[in-house]
């Protein structure tokens, strides 16, 4: 059914405050009404409608939540309110005496609220007539990186804000934090492709609040928790300003409390110290503020944090136990990971019998010993990492570890690249668990998702001889399959349908199923289509390589050498032999390649996109966006009040100027 512009425009205006509620409802106030389907079917309604009629969406589009937008670098802003910090203590008598200071300035008469303290990455959220306007974090304190794009993916910030008694135009602060499901889900993905893993949630968030692609930060699942107001406001107090914040739509943490006094706070304190773990997100303390205003004002400012609250940390649990032994595993890339076995020990309410050594450095650096007695700790760390040795029990007999110099599996000697952490198996084609490694990730779900190829299969026909590499497995033949122990006819004509199925497996996800080093799959997604093709990504240079979305140096390089590889030209040509997609589906894509060999230059203000916004079109058509005009350039597209200089050039270059509703047509 064709909507008249009038229809169009009262629908999205429906629509739009109806999924917003229902957001609402499900992330802040998690007391969903309506099912994921039914809300799926509100949001791709009002997904198709916008755009078909871009101009009535609305600044508080619940379509801002799914992402797209590109930021290639962040512009750099000045805060408003200069961004503070707040002391710090681990320790109870300074406690008091902070309190005693709080007593010596303005008397007896005061009560303090304790709240948790986020381990997250502060932003600065800034509203004008009630619609978020701008996201900045902290920066050095006066200067900050301007995310709005990416924290607009953030479901329980609010784009728009409930009720009416809030300033034309305010600040709020908080947190952005990362819970702890999805931390170890993401770093699970990063080991996956050889990255390092991020160490706690709270560098795991700092770093989805960086991607380049807001798409990919609307599926990591960052939230929001706020705690201070700026502007003008009437509030005589913080708790009475929270409570306006979460009236207004902003998630709150209900875990906050008024004390009385100190022994109050303390109890507090206590109660989070057991409690914390039980929490979806890390904490990493206590932060304790004068909840009067005006007493705020009184005791002002230091140069670096208010006189009116403070941040008691938690020590990190620790616990001591034995080292039994340290083993060596050898991941798919060949990286060599140190474990410490433990005599296994209470810690924070789980028992930990392994720790995490990172690298021979590492190592070095603790003097570590079989026999020794350790301590561990678990921080905002979630993985458990040995921090220290207890020197006083060492064993008489015991003497230095030394770093294992061949592979644990294959025997082949180990190689460490200048400037790298991490010891690598450079057996690629004869290492076990590198071949094995590789053929799981291949026919793992998210890549070419071949049931019945689980890793215990893989282990048998890799120990058998049946398999050596991926490409093996499109040779796997039936009667020798038959041969094997646990599989019967049923079990091995289910593999052979599944394997013969994965031949219909889309170019992005053969891209990341083959395992290019730092290639997620978001990725790979990101460079399939903005390359077509593998024959394109092939013969791409850095300088090509670096302009795809999300693809920096290190990606770049990484898949420069890949596909120089000859092993991977190998494996490559038999992949394509056996029948898999290297292109992109060009109907599923219709129009991908329309601004195919044609490069823009964007230079204006438009009025149906965001300069953003032209440029993904431009590179999910196959264009490339260029900042300079050149001889080169084959458009440069030209909005309102840009600069003259870009425009004399073109002109001067015979470059050929159009306009934003020309573009469009151009990819209609
Ligand atoms: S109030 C003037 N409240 O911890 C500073 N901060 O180590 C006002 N943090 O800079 C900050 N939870 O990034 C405040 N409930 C909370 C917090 C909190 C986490 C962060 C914040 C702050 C840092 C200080």
Same mark, same amino acid.
């Given at each position: 059914?064709?909507?008249?512009?009038?229809?169009?425009?009262?629908?999205?205006?429906?629509?739009?405050?109806?999924?917003? +509620?229902?957001?609402?409802?499900?992330?802040?106030?998690?007391?969903?009404?309506?099912?994921?389907?039914?809300?799926?079917?509100?949001?791709?309604?009002?997904?198709?409608?916008?755009?078909?009629?871009?101009?009535?969406?609305?600044? !508080?589009?619940?379509?801002?939540?799914?992402?797209?937008?590109?930021?290639?670098?962040?512009?750099?802003?000045? +805060?408003?309110?200069?961004?503070?910090?707040? #002391?710090?203590?681990?320790?109870?008598?300074?406690?008091?005496?902070?309190?005693?200071?709080?007593?010596?300035?303005?008397?007896?008469?005061?009560?303090?609220?304790?709240?948790?303290?986020?381990?997250?990455?502060?932003?600065?959220?800034?509203?004008?007539?009630?619609?978020?306007?701008?996201?900045?974090?902290?920066?050095?304190?006066?200067?900050?990186?301007?995310?709005?794009?990416?924290?607009?993916?953030?479901?329980?910030?609010?784009?728009?804000?409930?009720?009416?008694?809030?300033?034309?135009?305010?600040?709020?602060?908080?947190?952005?934090?990362?819970?702890?499901?999805?931390?170890e889900r993401i770093n699970a993905e990063r080991i996956d492709i050889g990255e390092t893993p991020f160490a706690n949630p709270r560098n795991s968030a700092a770093g989805?609040?960086?991607?380049?692609? #807001?798409s990919i930060v609307s599926r990591r699942k960052l939230d929001c928790y706020l705690y201070a107001l700026y502007g003008n406001f009437e509030f005589s107090s913080h708790?009475?300003?929270?409570?306006?914040?979460?009236?207004?739509?902003?998630?709150?943490?209900?875990?906050?409390?008024?004390?009385?006094?100190?022994?109050?706070?303390?109890?507090?304190?206590?109660?989070?110290?057991?409690?914390?773990?039980?929490?979806?997100?890390?904490?990493?303390?206590?932060?304790?503020?004068?909840? !009067?205003?005006?007493?705020?004002?009184?005791?002002?400012?230091?140069?670096?944090?208010?006189?009116?609250?403070?941040?008691?940390?938690?020590?990190?649990?620790?616990?001591?136990?034995?080292?039994?032994?340290?083993?060596?595993?050898?991941?798919?890339?060949?990286?060599?990971?140190?474990?410490?076995?433990?005599?296994?020990?209470?810690?924070?309410?789980?028992?930990?019998?392994?720790?995490?050594? +990172?690298?021979?450095?590492?190592?070095?650096?603790?003097?570590?010993?079989?026999?020794?007695?350790?301590?561990?700790?678990?921080?905002?760390?979630?993985?458990?990492?040995?921090?220290?040795?207890?020197?006083?029990?060492?064993?008489?007999?015991?003497?230095?570890?030394?770093?294992?110099?061949?592979?644990?599996?294959?025997?082949?000697?180990?190689?460490?690249?200048?400037?790298?952490?991490?010891?690598?198996?450079?057996?690629?084609?004869?290492?076990?668990?590198?071949?094995?490694?590789?053929?799981?990730?291949?026919?793992?779900?998210?890549?070419?998702?071949?049931?019945?190829?689980?890793?215990?299969?893989?282990?048998?026909?890799?120990?058998?001889?049946?398999?050596?590499?991926?490409?093996?497995?499109?040779?796997?033949?039936?009667?020798?399959?038959?041969?094997?122990?646990?599989?019967?006819?049923?079990?091995?004509?289910?593999?052979?349908?599944?394997?013969?199925?994965?031949?219909?497996?889309?170019?992005?996800?053969?891209?990341?199923?083959?395992?290019?080093?730092?290639?997620?799959?978001?990725?790979?997604?990101?460079?399939?289509?903005?390359?077509?093709?593998?024959?394109?990504?092939?013969?791409?240079?850095?300088?090509?390589?670096?302009?795809?979305?999300?693809?920096?140096?290190?990606?770049?390089?990484?898949?420069?050498?890949?596909?120089?590889?000859?092993?991977?030209?190998? &494996?490559?040509?038999?992949?394509?032999?056996?029948?898999?997609?290297?292109?992109?589906?060009?109907?599923?894509?219709?129009?991908?390649?329309?601004?195919?060999?044609?490069?823009?230059?964007?230079?204006?203000?438009?009025?149906? +996109?965001?300069?953003?916004?032209?440029?993904? &079109?431009?590179?999910?058509?196959?264009?490339?966006?260029?900042?300079?005009?050149?001889?080169?350039?084959?458009?440069?597209?030209?909005?309102?009040?840009?600069?003259?200089?870009?425009?004399?050039?073109?002109?001067?270059?015979?470059?050929?100027?159009? #306009?934003?509703?020309?573009?469009?047509?151009?990819?209609?």
């Open positions: 059914m064709t909507l008249t512009p009038e229809q169009a425009e009262k629908r999205i205006l429906q629509l739009t405050e109806e999924i917003n +509620h229902h957001n609402f409802l499900y992330y802040t106030q998690t007391q969903p009404v309506i099912s994921d389907y039914e809300f799926d079917k509100l949001l791709e309604e009002l997904i198709h409608i916008e755009k078909e009629f871009p101009q009535f969406a609305q600044p !508080d589009s619940p379509t801002q939540r799914v992402g797209g937008q590109i930021t290639k670098e962040f512009e750099t802003v000045e +805060h408003t309110y200069p961004m503070m910090s707040l #002391s710090n203590t681990y320790s109870e008598p300074e406690l008091r005496e902070f309190d005693e200071r709080i007593k010596k300035a303005i008397g007896e008469n005061y009560e303090y609220v304790c709240e948790l303290k986020f381990d997250g990455v502060a932003i600065g959220l800034t509203y004008k007539d009630g619609i978020l306007n701008r996201a900045v974090t902290r920066g050095d304190g006066v200067r900050g990186d301007n995310v709005t794009a990416n924290v607009k993916t953030i479901r329980t910030i609010p784009l728009k804000l409930k009720g009416k008694n809030y300033p034309q135009e305010f600040e709020i602060r908080g947190e952005i934090i990362l819970d702890k499901k999805s931390f989805t609040l960086k991607l380049q692609d #807001s708790q009475e300003a929270l409570q306006h914040a979460a009236s207004w739509g902003f998630k709150i943490s209900s875990h906050y409390r008024v004390c009385k006094n100190m022994n109050e706070v303390l109890k507090f304190i206590h109660e989070w110290d057991d409690k914390r773990e039980e929490l979806e997100f890390a904490i990493d303390g206590i932060v304790i503020k004068i909840n !009067d205003f005006n007493q705020q004002r009184e005791l002002g400012f230091t140069a670096k944090s208010p006189r009116w609250a403070i941040a008691y940390k938690y020590k990190a649990q620790s616990a001591a136990t034995l080292l039994n032994s340290v083993v060596y595993q050898v991941g798919r890339t060949g990286a060599i990971t140190p474990v410490a076995n433990l005599e296994p020990v209470l810690l924070a309410g789980t028992v930990v019998k392994r720790a995490s050594l +990172h690298n021979a450095d590492q190592i070095e650096k603790l003097d570590l010993r079989v026999g020794d007695t350790v301590f561990v700790e678990k921080g905002g760390e979630i993985i458990p990492k040995i921090t220290a040795v207890d020197l006083d029990k060492r064993p008489e007999n015991s003497h230095k570890l030394k770093y294992i110099t061949h592979c644990p599996e294959c025997g082949t000697s180990l190689i460490r690249k200048e400037g790298e952490a991490l010891h690598y198996c450079p057996n690629e084609e004869g290492c076990p668990p590198q071949i094995k490694g590789r053929i799981v990730h291949f026919t793992s779900r998210k890549a070419m998702n071949i049931e019945g190829l689980g890793s215990e299969t893989i282990d048998l026909l890799v120990n058998e001889g049946l398999l050596h590499d991926v490409a093996g497995i499109y040779h796997l033949q039936k009667e020798k399959l038959l041969q094997l122990e646990r599989m019967g006819e049923k079990s091995v004509n289910n593999l052979l349908e599944a394997i013969e199925l994965s031949k219909a497996v889309p170019f992005e996800r053969v891209l990341f199923a083959i395992g290019i080093r730092f290639v997620g799959d978001t990725v790979a997604k990101k460079i399939a289509r903005y390359f077509g093709s593998y024959q394109k990504l092939e013969i791409a240079e850095m300088e090509e390589l670096q302009q795809a979305p999300e693809v920096g140096e290190v990606i770049a390089q990484s898949v420069f050498n890949f596909v120089r590889d000859t092993k991977n030209k190998k &494996m490559m040509t038999q992949l394509a032999e056996a029948g898999l997609k290297l292109e992109i589906d060009a109907k599923k894509y219709s129009g991908v390649n329309k601004l195919a060999g044609l490069s823009f230059v964007i230079t204006g203000v438009f009025e149906k +996109h965001s300069r953003d916004e032209l440029k993904d &079109m431009i590179e999910v058509n196959g264009g490339k966006n260029v900042s300079g005009v050149s001889a080169k350039t084959s458009y440069l597209l030209a909005g309102n009040d840009g600069g003259t200089s870009k425009l004399e050039k073109a002109e001067k270059l015979k470059i050929k100027i159009i #306009s934003e509703e020309e573009f469009l047509k151009m990819i209609e």
